[in-house]
């Protein structure tokens, strides 16, 4: 059995070349009240939704991510781990909590809760014929998106998604199979059942990338992998997420 809902997720596609015309505020206020209506861990809505229409700070940003389409598209969202509202909060009223900020528990609920917001803000956009894109690039430099978006203590850029009108449809690429991700009761964790899981599916990928790129590109995703994890990447995060206020203990 289908339905609607079901048929738009299975839809999806990262979207990265769009038409000029940009997000009417209507259009951009629906999907912020989509966003918030995502699932919140005890109701703190620790996040904060920044929205750049000024072409010069898409500019800048573009540059940070190395992505072109970080430019030219209908509007680009930076979603921003925040407790600063709630330190706020709390110091009004004589409480002195930080240390909740602090901890990799207060992190962890800040970029789901995110997460959470931004995923139902793309289903709501793709449901108006909206494409969109993730963009964790903009974690390149942190800092620089600090400064340009001048974020107080006890926030963290996370990632950017880019939405507009769609000037072309992408390809839609391959995910692992479901015995590979769905696990019932406890993880399997034997290697051999998991490489065989694997092997198909690099043969699905090297096919895919085969297609894609006419003949001039031939990977499998557990090669993709060890590109990914090797070398370590971004390892500056760290220090400017404590910076911030976060991941102190």
């Known amino acids: 059995m289908s339905t609607p809902t079901i048929e738009l997720i299975s839809k999806h596609r990262s979207i990265r070349e769009f038409s000029e015309q940009p ?3 209507q259009t951009i206020t629906q999907l912020i009240n989509a966003a918030q209506m995502a699932s919140t861990s ?7 939704i920044i929205g750049i229409t ?3 700070l ?3 940003l573009s540059e940070v991510a190395g992505q072109k389409h970080v430019r030219d598209n209908g509007l680009l969202l930076v979603f921003v781990a925040d407790y600063y509202r709630h330190d706020l909060i709390c110091r009004s009223k004589g409480y002195e909590t930080s240390e909740s900020f602090e901890t990799t528990e207060g992190y962890s609920v800040a970029a789901i ?3 959470l917001a931004a995923q139902n803000l793309v289903l709501a956009a793709e449901s108006l014929g909206l494409g969109a894109c993730y963009v964790g690039s903009l974690r390149n430099d942190p ?3 600090i ?3 001048e974020l107080p203590r006890y926030t963290l850029p996370l990632f950017g998604v880019v939405l507009g009108y769609p000037a072309a449809q992408g390809s839609q690429k391959p995910r692992l199979p479901s015995k590979a991700i769905y696990h019932e009761n406890r993880y399997q964790h034997d290697p051999a059942f998991i490489h065989s899981a694997l092997d198909t599916y690099d043969q699905t990928i090297n096919a895919y990338y085969d297609t894609r790129g006419a003949g001039t590109r031939s990977e499998n995703w557990r090669d993709l992998m060890v590109k990914a994890f090797h070398p370590v990447k971004r390892q500056e995060l760290h ?5 911030q206020g976060f991941l102190q203990q």
């Open 23 to 25: 997000l009417d505020n």
């Open 42 to 48: 005890n109701y703190k809505q620790a996040y904060s």
């Open 54 to 56: 000024d072409p010069a």
């Open 58 to 60: 898409k500019e800048a």
């Open 113 to 115: 809760d995110a997460a």
């Open 143 to 145: 800092q620089r998106i």
């Open 147 to 149: 400064e340009l978006l």
């Open 239 to 243: 220090q400017i997420a404590q910076g």
